[in-house]
T-cell receptor
Framework: AQKITQTQPGMFVQEKEAVTLDCTYDTSDQSYGLFWYKQPSSGEMIFLIYQGSYDEQNATEGRYSLNFQKARKSANLVISASQLGDSAMYFCAMREADSSGTYKYIFGTGTRLKVLA | NAGVTQTPKFQVLKTGQSMTLQCAQDMNHNSMYWYRQDPGMGLRLIYYSASEGTTDKGEVPNGYNVSRLNKREFSLRLESAAPSQTSVYFC??????????FGPGTRLTVL
């Protein structure tokens, strides 16, 4: 069965340092997508970055990059130059297609990141 | 352009009561989704809908029903609420791209 695993319940990072949030996945599909979302204390879900299974380059969006290692089935989020506003819960998610080809998504349990001044 | 809207924002129910959570999107998206978020559990898919008139069960559908009467709206109904349904409920939508757009969530407490 498809599964997303985030093994770090909580992480601390010093302001301006880089941090890596881990995500591993399990799927038998050849075509899939991996996502990271940020959920600040206000509760909304904010899309950060996407990586397709056939993308050869690692995705980057500003200070966010996704370290995609297909053979290891990992999709770690790297945040460079951490800011206090990065303190939030971060969710890794995977897109999979059902039998009719409709996309649905599964989420990991999240990592709570705290940036220290 | 409001994106995805959800009503109500907060609700308290007594065990056995029924209610409907409303979700609407104005982005002309085809696919819509309902999730619940519990502490330590991440988001779990309850139901989803690929298009108007179609719905499918997700990971945790028991105790819920949904209705997709038109392209804009996707409602989630609790027929007989239970304390185990205390959660934050998120609606999301998606068009042809990969990204989902989420609503602000409904915080439901069942006493």
């Amino acid at each position: 069965a498809q599964k997303i695993t985030q093994t770090q319940p909580g992480m601390f990072v010093q302001e301006k340092e880089a941090v890596t949030l881990d995500c591993t996945y399990d799927t038998s599909d050849q075509s899939y997508g991996l996502f990271w979302y940020k959920q600040p204390s206000s509760g909304e879900m904010i899309f950060l970055i996407y990586q397709g299974s056939y993308d050869e380059q690692n995705a980057t969006e500003g200070r966010y990059s996704l370290n995609f290692q297909k053979a290891r089935k990992s999709a770690n989020l790297v945040i460079s130059a951490s800011q206090l506003g990065d303190s939030a819960m971060y969710f890794c998610a995977m897109r999979e297609a059902d039998s009719s080809g409709t996309y649905k998504y599964i989420f990991g349990t999240g990592t709570r990141l705290k940036v220290l001044a | 352009n409001a994106g995805v809207t959800q009503t109500p924002k907060f609700q308290v129910l007594k065990t056995g009561q029924s209610m409907t959570l409303q979700c609407a999107q104005d982005m002309n998206h085809n696919s819509m989704y309902w999730y619940r978020q519990d502490p330590g559990m991440g988001l779990r898919l309850i139901y989803y809908s690929a298009s108007e008139g179609t719905t499918d069960k997700g990971e945790v559908p028991n105790g819920y029903n949904v209705s997709r009467l038109n392209k804009r709206e996707f409602s989630l109904r609790l027929e007989s609420a239970a304390p185990s349904q205390t959660s934050v409920y998120f609606c999301a939508s998606r068009v042809s791209g990969n990204e989902q757009f989420f609503g602000p969530g409904t915080r439901l407490t069942v006493l």
